[in-house]
């Protein structure tokens, strides 16, 4: 009960930090609040360019590996590849060999955020039930067409966890772009000499608030994506719920 | 495949698209890296409107027979004519849109509306929206589902036996001169297949498709089937006959034990004449006018006359002569017996029929009146436990 108390006056400084901001520890220059603004837009502006150019590459790839069920090896290992390559030492690769900048840890966060929406664009297409694609087929259905209109729209929420996923960690690990001179919300958790504790701690909070919002907007978003056929409950299970409840209500 | 021929929005009426004939030509399927080949040299004609069966042991080939049909599985060797065209002249995606195609799981796309499962193929052939949901419209009720209310619903909010008809709606929506049906009633429990099946072949009455239909299960065979094709491992044709002759002339043990005997009969057991709808012969009596024989042979089912004495009791049935002249003589070709009577089990109806030379048995009632005539077509009919269309008498007319 004590501890967590000890520590609420440095949560004032980080929110005061953050919301009104104040001189920098080196001083002479103006630091959190609105000084944070330009951060914030960055760190957004890098993560869904670094999303984007991801999902364009790794849907479609993943669609047409699925599709063909080509590679199955292929998708598991370059996950794995990239799950087992430490952003970290990305960078300090990307650094060495291709510069620093916006560009160059962008490619560092495609290369993150491509595994798991290829993942689970692979698995999304390859979980769809063999006889609706061979239904499809057997109807006349083009191979593309069939891509498009049905492995596509029925894979799409598990695809979407996928870029949920990777997402939130494109997000959280844009807070290391200032190590390749991009300024995001990392700046004031990598610099503390410059920002001071508040701010190390502020920045870190608002990554972490920033990062559970998009996670919670793109749960609603996926929600919201998920084509209505496949929510909807076969009348058998529906009438077996109300008749339970029915039963139990009666026995109450 | 024009939008506005009139002609090809009400297909639902007989006046819809003409039944396309199917032909297999010696065809091979040796999936690679086997060393038998699956379907060996197939040859099977079916004439145009008619329901062929492939039936058979499990992995004898018949869903990759089926399959050849609209490319789903490449041919290795030989031909398929569909319409007295080759399919392999064709580019697999637009043969296939004028195929109905149906399998087991039924495979209805679980993201879209009853309606837009329905439509897939129109879509794909740029039918306009008005022309799209009249035609929604008519198939649902076709298979018997109201319109209004299952339209917007999705697969998942039907029971397995709607899924199943619209299934065939779907395959049914552009009117296919040829549907495929793999096991389409395979999962469903045996009431509702019953239903279906009768649902199917009144419907088929209608629509006149050309169809081939497979099943493992020889009792929907003989139930479904115009034609069966028995199948023996490796994709031979073991026989190739209508149903009644193959319940009668077995082509060899294999056809024999398949069938089984008891299996084929206990269902002749089922149904007695009276359940039968009887053709008629002209009965005449001796010393009648041959002006009179001649008009009644017109009206009949069958084109030969039958001789009653004065009470209506059978004598025999008449030979050409017999009313060559002015007056009917009693020139038989042949005695009018066994009889068969009102209550008999179609079992042993059938029995006497196969004894008889004409294979016609006379219908007694109660009190050994004729009342109507008994064919072997008829039992075979009877055993699809449908009201028997008068295909055997139109035939015979012709
Ligand atoms: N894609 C394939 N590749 C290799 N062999 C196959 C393939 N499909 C089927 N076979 C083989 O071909 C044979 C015939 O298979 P098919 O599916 O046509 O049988 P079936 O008569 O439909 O059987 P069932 O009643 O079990 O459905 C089987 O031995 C099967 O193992
Ligand atoms: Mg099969």
């Given at each position: 009960m004590i501890l967590p108390l000890a520590v609420v006056p440095e949560f004032v400084d980080a929110f005061r930090y953050v919301f009104v901001g104040g001189e920098s520890v080196t001083g002479g220059l103006q630091v959190g609040g609105p000084a944070l603004i330009p951060y914030l837009v960055n760190h957004l502006v890098l993560s869904f360019v670094s999303v984007a150019v991801a999902v364009l590459i790794a849907v479609p790839l993943g669609l047409y590996l699925g599709h063909t069920r080509r590679a199955e090896f292929l998708a598991v290992n370059i996950t794995n590849a990239g799950r087992a390559i430490p952003p970290l030492a990305l960078i300090g690769f990307f650094i060495a060999y291709?510069?620093?900048g916006f560009d160059a840890f962008g490619l560092v966060l495609v290369l993150l955020a491509i595994p798991p929406i290829l993942t689970s664009t692979y698995v999304a297409t390859t979980q769809i039930e063999p006889d609706t694609v061979d239904a499809a087929r057997g109807m006349g259905l083009t191979e593309g067409q069939i891509l498009r209109r049905v492995e596509f729209p029925l894979g799409l929420p598990t695809t979407f966890s996928g870029i949920r996923i990777a997402t939130v960690a494109v997000v959280a690990t844009a807070t290391i772009a200032p190590f390749a001179s991009v300024d995001t919300l990392g700046v004031p958790i990598l610099s503390p000499n410059v920002h001071g504790p508040a701010g190390q701690l502020g920045a870190a909070v608002l990554v972490a608030i920033l990062t559970l919002v998009i996670s919670a907007g793109l749960g609603a978003v996926q929600q919201a994506i998920t084509p209505r056929g496949l929510k909807t409950v076969a009348p058998e299970r529906r009438r077996g719920l109300f008749a339970t409840l029915r039963r139990r209500t009666q026995t109450t | 495949m024009n939008a506005s021929d009139p002609a090809q929005t009400s297909t639902a009426s007989p006046a819809g698209r003409q039944a396309a004939t199917l032909e297999l030509r010696d065809v091979v399927k040796l999936y690679p890296?086997?060393?038998?080949?699956?379907?060996?040299?197939l040859s099977l004609e079916v004439p145009a409107g008619e329901i062929c069966v492939l039936v058979g042991p499990s992995g004898c080939g018949k869903t990759t027979a089926m399959r050849m049909v609209n490319r789903m599985v490449e041919i290795t060797d030989g031909d398929i004519l569909v319409g007295g065209q080759s399919v392999t002249d064709r580019t697999p995606y637009e043969l296939r849109r004028e195929i109905g195609y149906v399998i087991q799981?039924?495979?209805?796309?679980?993201?879209?509306t009853i309606a837009d499962n329905i439509a897939t193929v129109p879509k794909l052939l740029g039918w306009d929206r008005d022309r799209i949901a009249a035609r929604v419209e008519e198939l649902l009720q076709l298979v018997q589902l109201d319109p209004e209310q299952?339209?917007?619903?999705?697969?998942?909010?039907?029971s397995g036996g709607q899924r199943q008809r619209i299934g065939v709606a779907r395959a049914l929506a552009t009117d296919p001169p040829l549907m495929l049906m793999d096991?389409?009633?395979?999962?469903?429990d045996p009431i509702n297949r019953e239903r279906l099946q009768n649902e199917f072949l009144r419907l088929q009455v209608e629509l006149r498709k050309t169809i081939v239909f497979v099943t493992h299960d020889i009792d929907e065979a003989i139930k479904m089937g115009d034609r069966i094709a028995i199948l023996k491992q490796g994709g031979r044709l073991a026989q190739y006959a209508e149903p009644a002759e193959l319940l009668m002339n077995p082509a060899d043990e294999f056809v024999k034990d398949f069938v089984g005997n008891d299996r084929a009969l206990k269902r002749l057991a089922?149904?007695?004449?009276?359940?039968i709808d009887l053709w008629q012969a002209p009965m005449v009596r001796k010393g009648e006018t041959t002006a009179s024989v001649r008009q009644k042979l017109e009206k009949a089912d069958v084109k030969i006359p039958l001789l009653v004495d004065e009470d209506g009791c059978p004598i025999g049935w008449l030979s050409d002569r017999a009313y060559a002249g002015e007056e009917v003589k009693a020139d038989l070709r042949s005695r009018a017996e066994p009889t068969v009577e009102m209550d008999d089990i179609l079992r042993d109806a059938l029995a006497d029929l196969l004894g008889s030379e004409l294979q016609y048995g006379v219908v007694v009632d109660e009190q050994g009146r004729a009342t109507g005539v008994l064919s072997i077509e008829l039992v075979g009919q009877g055993v699809h436990g449908v009201a028997p269309a008068r295909t055997g008498a139109d035939a015979l007319a012709t």
């Open positions: 291709i510069g620093v | 890296g086997q060393e038998e080949p699956a379907v060996d040299h799981q039924v495979g209805l796309f679980p993201h879209l299952t339209r917007d619903r999705y697969p998942a909010q039907l096991e389409p009633f395979g999962a469903i089922l149904q007695r004449v009276r359940d």
